[in-house]
C-alpha cells in the first residue's frame, strides 16, 4: 500500500478508486431512498384500505344499533306509557350513547380513535324506513378521516305505541305481545269525542307489531278473503293520512309526514248494526267519520266499519 500511494501513477489510481467509492455510495443512498419512498407510498395505500374498512364495517355497527335504539325507546315508551316530547332528540341520544360504548370498544381492541356525533333524522320517501346522518372522524398511524355518514333504518316489526298512548291511563286497557285489547279504554276514549254508537268499540283491538301487508296493490283486499287474512294477521298499510313512526312515539294519530294506517277491529256479534267511526286508526283516533258496518269473514259475525273513501282504497 505505502508503494502505490507513494507512487505517482498510484496517485491517479487512487483518485479514481475514491470517485468510484464516492459514486457507489451515492447509488446506493439513492437506491436505498428510493426503495424507502415505495415502501413508504404502499404503506399509505394499505392505510388507506384499512381506514375504508374500518368506515364501512364502523357503517354496520350505525345500522345495528339504530334499529336496537328504536325498539329500546318504543319498549320504554310502552311501558311508562308516557310519549316522548321530540323522538329525533330521543333517537340522537339513544344511539350517541351506544355508538360512544361502541368507539371506546375500536379504541381497545383496534387502537383506532372515533368519535361520532348522530345529527339529524328524519322521514324517508317511504314510512318504513327513517333516514340519519352521523359525522365521524376516524383517527389511526396519523392518519385521520372525517365523513358525514348516511344511514337508514327500517321501522318494521317493532312496537307501536300509539293506542296504548291514546286510551291510557285506563285500568281496562291491557296488551299482550301481539295485540292491544283496549277494553272499555277506547270507547270511553270516543265518548269524550261524542262519537256515535261507540259502544261498538268496547273490547276493539288493534295490532301492536308494525308488520307490512303484503297484499299490495292494497286495492286486491276485496279478493276472497285477503281482507280478513290481512285482519287476522294485524297488517299495517301505508299511508298519506295516518301518522309515521317518529309521530306514534310522540302519541300523533295524525301527522303531516308519509305515515302508516292499519284497522282497529271491534268485538265480533256487535248487536245494534249501526254505524260508527270508520276503523282505519287515523280515523278512530282523530279524524272521527263515520263508516258502515262491514262484514270481512263469510258467514260470521266479523265487523269492521268502513267509510267509502278507505272502502276504494282496498277494492272493497
Ligand atoms: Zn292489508
Ligand atoms: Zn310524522
Not at 299490495?216 to 283486499?221: M, T
Amino acid at each position: 500500500m505505502k508503494t502505490i500511494f507513494n507512487d505517482s501513477k498510484g496517485h491517479v489510481f487512487t483518485g479514481i478508486s475514491v470517485i468510484l467509492i464516492i459514486s457507489f455510495i451515492i447509488i446506493v443512498i439513492l437506491f436505498l431512498n428510493l426503495n424507502y419512498f415505495i415502501t413508504e407510498e404502499t404503506n399509505q395505500i394499505i392505510a388507506s384500505d384499512n381506514l375504508k374498512y374500518i368506515v364501512e364495517d364502523y357503517n354496520k355497527n350505525i345500522e345495528v344499533l339504530s334499529y336496537t335504539s328504536l325498539k329500546e325507546i318504543s319498549e320504554n315508551v310502552i311501558k311508562s306509557k308516557t310519549p316522548l316530547k321530540d323522538s329525533s332528540e330521543e333517537f340522537k341520544k339513544v344511539l350517541n350513547e351506544k355508538l360512544s360504548n361502541k368507539n371506546k370498544e375500536y379504541l381497545k381492541k383496534y387502537d383506532i380513535k372515533i368519535e361520532s356525533n348522530v345529527i339529524s333524522i328524519e322521514n324517508s320517501e317511504s314510512p318504513e324506513y327513517l333516514k340519519f346522518k352521523t359525522i365521524i372522524t376516524v383517527e389511526k398511524d396519523n392518519e385521520k378521516y372525517n365523513n358525514v355518514l348516511e344511514s337508514k333504518t327500517s321501522v318494521l316489526n317493532l312496537k307501536d305505541p300509539l293506542g296504548i298512548l291514546l286510551c291510557s291511563p285506563d285500568p281496562s286497557l291491557s296488551y299482550n305481545e301481539t295485540n292491544i285489547l283496549f277494553g272499555n279504554s277506547l270507547s270511553k276514549y270516543l265518548e269524550k269525542r261524542n262519537v256515535e254508537n261507540h259502544e261498538n268499540y268496547i273490547n276493539a283491538t288493534a295490532p301492536l307489531i308494525l308488520k307490512k301487508c303484503p297484499y299490495d296493490p292494497y286495492i286486491h283486499h276485496g279478493d276472497n278473503h285477503t281482507l280478513a287474512d290481512c285482519i287476522k294477521n294485524s297488517y299495517y298499510h301505508e299511508s298519506a293520512d295516518g301518522s309515521c313512526y317518529l309521530c306514534r312515539l310522540e302519541g300523533k294519530p295524525l301527522c303531516p309526514h308519509y305515515g302508516f294506517e292499519t284497522f282497529i277491529i271491534p268485538r265480533a256479534n256487535i248487536e245494534n248494526n249501526l254505524s260508527s267511526v270508520s276503523s282505519p286508526d287515523h280515523v278512530v283516533f282523530a279524524d272521527n267519520y263515520p263508516g258502515d258496518p262491514y262484514y270481512y269473514f263469510n258467514d260470521s259475525n266479523k265487523i269492521i266499519f268502513l267509510d267509502s273513501s278507505h272502502k276504494k282504497k282496498y277494492g272493497l
